[in-house]
């Protein structure tokens, strides 16, 4: 079975600091990709960042990079200079195709609360 | 905005009962997935559609039935409702692709319809 783990059930970071989400993975695959989603108290599902299992280079969008270790199949999210609305539930998924089709496997998320 | 709607928001029926949620998805997307987010399962897949065929079925029970349109947009039938079918359920949306022998299929999703069961 593919599965997602995130170990941090709830973090917290002061404003405009660095935070790491952490999520590890298995899969057999070796084409794939991934993804953290964040939620928000609006609940609403918004994609924050993916990457390609066959990029070495880590994925980056402005204040989200992910590190990620293909090897140790470890798939990293960290925020910089965090803001209040950063705010919100992160979901680390991963793309399961041969088990699913092309369904999303979803980690129990990671609750973080960035205070002033 | 991800571009994919779903209606209602909000649903609030009785046990017994048999609700349809609908799902639009983003303009040129071919693929349809239907989410359920619950406080003890987490975020489950339930179904996905790809050009009005079903591609994959996932933690779906069989009082739950799904399909896509001609025009693409998809529905969500779930009959016989328990107090365990409350929950949020999501559509998301994606075009197929691939880059580099690895299928993209970035999805995108709605704002989710609430259901209650009383």
Request: one cysteine or more.
């Given at each position: 079975a593919q599965t997602v783990t995130q170990?941090?059930?709830?973090?917290?970071?002061?404003?405009?600091?660095?935070?790491?989400?952490?999520?590890?993975?298995d899969t057999s695959e070796n084409n794939y990709y991934l993804f953290w989603y964040k939620q928000p108290p609006s609940r609403q599902m918004i994609l924050v960042i993916r990457q390609e299992a066959y990029k070495q280079q880590n994925a980056t969008e402005n204040r989200f990079s992910?590190?990620?270790?293909?090897?140790?199949?470890s798939f990293s999210l960290k925020i910089s200079d965090s803001q209040l609305g950063d705010t919100a539930m992160y979901f680390c998924a991963f793309f399961d195709y041969r088990n699913s089709g092309y369904a999303l496997n979803f980690g129990k998320g990671t609750s973080l609360l960035v205070t002033p | 905005d991800s571009g994919v709607t779903q209606t209602p928001k909000h649903l609030i029926t009785a046990t017994g009962q048999r609700v349809t949620l609908r799902c639009s998805?983003?303009?040129?997307?071919?693929?349809?997935?239907?989410?359920?987010?619950?406080?003890?399962?987490?975020?489950q897949f339930l179904i996905q559609y790809y050009n009005g065929e079903e591609?994959?079925?996932?933690?779906?029970?069989?009082?739950?039935?799904?399909?896509?349109?001609?025009?693409?947009?998809?529905?969500?039938?779930?009959?016989?409702?328990?107090?365990?079918?409350?929950?949020?359920?999501?559509?998301?949306?994606?075009?197929?692709?691939?880059?580099?022998?690895?299928?993209?299929?970035?999805?995108?999703?709605?704002p989710g319809t609430r259901l209650t069961v009383l």
């Open positions: 170990s941090q059930p709830e973090m917290s970071v002061q404003e405009a600091e660095t935070v790491t989400l952490s999520c590890t993975y992910v590190n990620f270790q293909k090897a140790a199949k | 998805p983003r303009s040129g997307d071919l693929s349809v997935y239907w989410y359920q987010q619950s406080l003890d399962q987490g975020l591609r994959a079925k996932g933690n779906i029970l069989e009082r739950f039935s799904a399909q896509q349109f001609p025009d693409l947009h998809s529905e969500l039938n779930l009959s016989s409702l328990e107090l365990g079918d409350s929950a949020l359920y999501f559509c998301a949306s994606s075009a197929p692709g691939t880059s580099g022998g690895a299928v993209t299929d970035t999805q995108y999703f709605g």
